[in-house]
């Protein structure tokens, strides 16, 4: 009596061990799927994300913004002032 006792009470909680795991194992499934189309939706947005960029850093999208915003415009040889260096003696402060 006493073995047919304990078997079924190992047999019990063996079945509720067993009902756990399985339960376990559907969540962890669950929540893994769940990562995954998370992950594929944020590498979709990366993509989109680097191509806007590609599209805003394009040479002729900044040289329109420096002359729309920023009222700059191209430099041309009347607008250029060369200035000639004064060689060591004169940097030095004057001094020999």
């Not at 019990?12 to 399985?22: E, R």
């Not at 769940?34 to 590609?54: G, I, T, V």
């Amino acid at each position: 009596m006493r073995w047919s006792l304990l078997l079924g009470l190992a047999l019990v909680a063996s079945a509720l061990l067993l009902v756990h795991t399985a339960y376990e194992s559907r969540r962890l499934f669950t929540e893994i799927e769940r990562a995954r189309s998370q992950h594929r939706q944020l590498e979709r947005d990366h993509q989109r994300l680097e191509a806007e960029r590609r599209a805003q850093a394009t040479h002729l999208r900044i040289e329109r913004m420096a002359r729309d915003r920023l009222a700059m415009r191209a430099a041309t040889p009347a607008l250029v002032h060369v200035v000639a260096d004064p060689g060591p003696a004169t940097a030095a402060g004057g001094r020999r």
